[in-house]
């Protein structure tokens, strides 16, 4: 009875854990669940062909009655990398932080410094938007030929990841056929930033990833 | 007692992982706010991620966290050959010599252009991760990344390999997105 009882407890965590993991949702111990849990990322030709639409999502799996207590947590800065002459090194980054139910852009500039550290780069402001609260319909902001978008919003990432965990600890064969979507009905805080190319490179492509950082 | 303490140490466990989702600003309310927000200070990597799943699937549960640290241009040398363990470990489709993806890649090709977790976007057309023509020239929200992602890990030469295991038959999101700006569906 007793070592039943521990196994569950054991247990326990390891289920939920292993419930929430995906596209990058909770992807590591030093971040699970938190405020810098980066649950995915998107970049994309936007409408205007011109430009591209940089996406990035946190704080995943918010059921609808946890979306209108989440936020976006001001010592967490977001920043967008990108390499435009191939060498996997950051030439540029546009970087976002919240201050007072407002998040803060900067950027496309190239950074004081590359790598695991950042400072804000305040010399290059390019907009700012008030956070969408939850509940209301999006609210956005245009500057210079760029958009921004902060709040909360359907998770887009879809996949049997139930399924997907039971075949990894062998509790399965295979996927079902029609499979369910272990994201559907579930939300995550969304930033969204539409850039003209001509602010990125000259042609080709560019490589891109996303960082969150602490401040310290 | 030893199994009340084990019992206390996980029963926090499990508190700390229910609770670490609740982020809480509190400590900003009780001063006032300057006239122009602060943003000094030095910021310190968390996390990052280029590719859906990557560290998901084919980092080592030990080395999750240190590959969330290191620089894309360094994760190539630091991790190719725990990705191409893991891939090999995981599916029958790179089990013989010659084994490759309907990419033409074998399982030391394929983690080499994984490992360096970043997203290859072209500035020049089409975005998509795969649509059957074009591969790794962006993402859109609709792309069936997984699938994509499931087919070259068991699908085999042709996608063929592994049918129950290259699919999770799950194409579309659960709500449609929209034709502009900020594109993502309104929450649940």
Known sequence: ?????????????????????????????????????????????AADPDNLVFTVNVQGLLSPTATGMATFDEQTLIEFNIDNNGDNVEDLVIQAIPRDGTMYFFG????????????????????????????????????????????????????????????????????????????????????????????????GSINTWVESKTKQ | MKNNLFSIFTLLLCLSILLTSCSNDDDNNDYMMPAEPDFSGSYTQMDQMGRPAVNTVFVSSDAKDMFNVTTPSDQQSEFQSMFESNLT???????????????????????GLLATDVL???LEGTTTFYDGTNILTGRNLSDDVITVELLLIFGGEDFTENPSLSDDHVDANDKDFLTSFPYLAAPW
């Open chain 2, 120 to 122: 290859n976007v072209s």
């Open chain 1, 108 to 203: 496309p500039i190239s950074p004081m410094e590359t790598g695991l550290n950042s400072t804000i780069m305040t010399e290059a402001a390019s907009g700012a938007v008030t956070i969408t609260p939850y509940g209301s319909s999006a609210i956005t902001a245009s500057n210079d030929g760029m958009s921004f978008f902060a709040g909360p919003r359907d998770d887009p990432f879809f996949m049997d990841f139930a399924k997907y965990s039971d075949i990894i600890m062998g509790n399965a064969t295979g996927f079902d056929n029609p499979g369910t979507d272990t994201f559907a009905g579930t939300n995550v805080m969304s930033v969204v930033v539409e850039v003209p190319k001509s602010m990125l490179g000259e042609s």
């Open chain 2, 89 to 111: 470990a995981l599916s029958p489709a790179y089990a013989n010599p010659g084994d490759m993806n309907a990419l033409g890649q074998d399982a030391a090709a394929f983690t």
């Open chain 1, 1 to 45: 009875m007793k070592n039943t009882k521990k196994s569950l407890w054991l247990i326990a965590p390891l289920l939920l854990a292993g419930l929430l993991i995906a596209a990058d949702h909770i992807d590591a111990p030093a971040v699970e669940g938190g405020s810098s849990d980066i649950t995915d990322f998107y970049v994309f030709q």
